[in-house]
């Protein structure tokens, strides 16, 4: 099956103060892409849009302002436009995956991702994931503040990781 990507989310938290947060990895790769294609970010409802185009095919580049937990709130706008889970790639930090590890597969569960849990429930569980390692603090009661905390000893390692997932994107979209 041939795939159709027509909308890439990045995923995060909107504002200054969340940038460099764990959690804000997905914004982060599509700012990247975004600046990589010359796409400018215009503000549109709950959600910052920019429009990139690679092999002759137009893709949204979706960050929702929703925060986190409520990121699927975006789906009703992609369902008008035609746009089916098949047809998305979500960029989200990876609890799960060491840091830097970097995998793109489609479907699945949220696995305790609040992001994720409202895309599913929004629209359904069928998009691409392109899921950044963040690795994991070893007390679960940890992970919240973990995540909403910055890069630290990885941090000087972080920028070559985005441009890693911005050339898997790349690839993945041709």
Do not use: C
């Amino acid at each position: 099956m041939i795939k159709m990507i027509k909308a890439v989310i990045g995923l995060g938290n909107p504002g200054p103060k969340f940038s460099n947060h764990r959690h804000n990895i997905g914004f982060r790769v599509l700012d990247a892409l975004a600046e990589k294609h010359g796409a400018t970010w215009q503000k549109k409802e709950n959600m910052e849009l920019a429009e990139i185009t690679i092999d002759g095919k137009n893709i949204l580049l979706i960050k929702p302002q929703t925060f986190m937990n409520s990121s699927g709130q975006i789906i009703p706008f992609l369902q008008k436009k035609g746009i089916k889970p098949e047809n998305i790639l979500v960029v989200h930090d990876e609890l799960e995956k060491p840091f830097g590890k970097l995998i793109i597969k489609q479907g699945g569960s949220a696995r305790g991702h609040n992001g994720l849990r409202s895309l599913i429930a929004t629209g359904g569980p069928e998009f691409y994931r392109l899921r950044f390692g963040i690795g994991r603090p070893v007390e679960k009661a940890e992970v919240p503040d973990y995540v909403l905390s910055n890069f630290d000893q990885e941090a000087t390692e972080v920028d070559s990781q985005i441009e890693q997932a911005v050339q898997m994107i790349d690839e993945f979209l041709q």
